[in-house]
């Protein structure tokens, strides 16, 4: 993101995780102040994962996707993978997600992003 106030928003929801770990009623609002800074740079993806991030949140206090595999899969092993396998809470991933954020132009971090939002839509 271009925006300087949106890097160091991604950067204060990174530092409040790693200090605090995923609360719902701190990491919410800043994801959807976030968001609208991703609605003026018009970047459709990285508003689409946002959204999706902050609802998956809402809904479980917690963060049950799993990091993109290093390899290409397509749309239907992401969603076999996510309703296998046991929902486990992934800060790791999270904070992962929060490092794409910052950078939604690159063309590895928008094939990730992309990876995200099909799993979070099929989760």
Known sequence: MENANAIKLI?????DL???????E???PNLKKLREYAL????PTL???IRLTYEHIEANNAFY???PDDEP???LDVVETTLISEPQNNIESLQYLLSLFKDPMNKHNIADLKEYNAKLAAF
């Open 47 to 49: 508003v689409k994962a």
């Open 26 to 28: 701190q990491i919410v």
């Open 73 to 75: 899969i397509d749309e």
């Open 18 to 24: 790693v200090t605090d770990g995923i609360v719902t």
């Open 65 to 67: 996707i799993s990091m």
């Open 40 to 43: 003026l740079e018009e970047i």
């Open 11 to 15: 950067k204060l929801i990174q530092s």
